[in-house]
Nanobody, 127 residues
Framework: EVQLVESGGGLVQAGGSLRLSCQFS????????IGWFRQAPGKEREGVSC????????NYTDSLKGRFTIFEDSAKNTVYLQMNNLKPEDTAVYYC????????????????????WGQGTQVTVSS
């Protein structure tokens, strides 16, 4: 079955860095998108970044450009989210998700386009 497993969350001081991992399995398609989303208490789920497996293109929410980087290691079936200069407002549960509607998922970075989700990993940034 399709599986996505996040890891790498934890507690970090403001200004620090974390690298989240999303290991995926259970499908053989080469045309898909992996997105990272986050949800803080009392807030709606927010798209963070996404990457297309077919051409390596990426997308980021404007407020996070320059601090977060998404990349894929195809040999390990893993997508990473490198988070630098973390701020307390980055505290949230971070989810990775899979979409086979690659173009739409890349363009819109909305959870509506993603069909499979991991369990999430908690990121807490202290001041």
């Amino acid at each position: 079955e399709v599986q996505l497993v996040e890891s790498g969350g934890g507690l970090v001081q403001a200004g620090g860095s974390l690298r989240l991992s999303c290991q995926f399995s259970g499908f053989t398609f080469d045309d898909f998108a992996i997105g990272w989303f986050r949800q803080a208490p009392g807030k709606e789920r927010e798209g963070v970044s996404c990457i297309s497996s077919r051409d390596g293109s990426t997308n980021y929410t404007d407020s996070l450009k320059g601090r977060f980087t998404i990349f894929e290691d195809s040999a390990k079936n893993t997508v990473y989210l490198q988070m630098n200069n973390l701020k307390p407002e980055d505290t949230a549960v971070y989810y990775c998700a899979l979409s086979f509607a690659t173009s739409q998922a890349m363009r819109n970075m909305n959870s509506w386009w993603y069909d499979y989700w991991g369990q999430g990993t908690q990121v807490t940034v202290s001041s």
